[in-house]
Antibody, heavy 116, light 110 residues
Framework: EVQLVETGGGLIQPGGSLRLSCAVS????????MSWVRQAPGKGLEWVSF???????YYADSVKGRFTISRDNSKNTLYLQMTSLRAEDTAVYYC??????????WGQGTMVTVSS | QSALTQPASVSGSPGQSITISCTGT?????????VSWYQQHPGKAPKLMIY???KRPSGVSNRFSGSKSGNTASLTISGLQAEDEADYYC??????????FGTGTKVTVL
């Protein structure tokens, strides 16, 4: 069964760092394109970051230089390292598998709250 | 990377058809046939409903259809049902391996 499970969310102070994990089962992370998408409370979806199977990474302007997407092939897990966190980064963070079909498989999301 | 523009809300009675628009620019919707649509029920993860402008994933009802003209993509739901009440988001490839989502539309079944 294809499944994505995000963990690592929580309450963090402004300026702090947090690492989100997305454990994948049913397919191989390293062979697929993967992405992070976030949704602020009561707001719409926002694309955050993307990693190609070859390892190239891309970011939205809003997080560039502060967030880093990566993967551990041995653990079949995707990560999002978030630094210099701001109140506006407060959101549910989803990981998703990306194909030519679009964002076709999504996790259940993990909540990140940036507040003092 | 400005969000694509969608109407905040659209409503219809059971059995009717509704259309949700998604307006971008010549740098995203207008340049690529990589437009997808997602349905999101409250507290749930988004679900892919349409990809590559007009294609439906396996298992998605044929009541959902997509189209595009210029910088505007559209999602049509025909034979509206109570279970279609949800938020809907469009998404477009925007070049340089980046994507942009729409502002979202709340669909209400009257």
């Amino acid at each position: 069964e294809v499944q994505l499970v995000e963990t690592g969310g929580g309450l963090i102070q402004p300026g702090g760092s947090l690492r989100l994990s997305c454990a994948v089962s049913g397919f191989t992370v390293s062979s697929n394109y993967m992405s992070w998408v976030r949704q602020a409370p009561g707001k719409g979806l926002e694309w955050v970051s993307f990693i190609y199977s070859g390892g190239s990474t891309y970011y939205a302007d809003s997080v560039k230089g502060r967030f880093t997407i990566s993967r551990d092939n041995s653990k079949n897990t995707l990560y999002l390292q978030m630094t210099s966190l701001r109140a506006e980064d407060t959101a549910v963070y989803y990981c998703a598998k990306v194909t030519a079909d679009g964002f076709d498989v999504w996790g259940q999301g993990t909540m990140v709250t940036v507040s003092s | 990377q400005s969000a694509l523009t969608q109407p905040a809300s659209v409503s219809g009675s059971p059995g009717q058809s509704i259309t949700i628009s998604c307006t971008g620019t010549s740098s995203d919707v207008g340049s690529y046939n990589v437009v997808s649509w997602y349905q999101q029920h409250p507290g749930k993860a988004p679900k892919l409903m349409i990809y590559e402008v007009t294609k439906r994933p396996s298992g998605v009802s044929n009541r959902f259809s997509g189209s595009k003209s210029g910088n505007t993509a559209s999602l049509t739901i025909s034979g509206l049902q109570a279970e279609d009440e949800a938020d809907y988001y469009c998404c477009s490839y925007a070049g340089s391996s980046t994507y942009v989502f729409g502002t979202g539309t709340k669909v209400t079944v009257l």
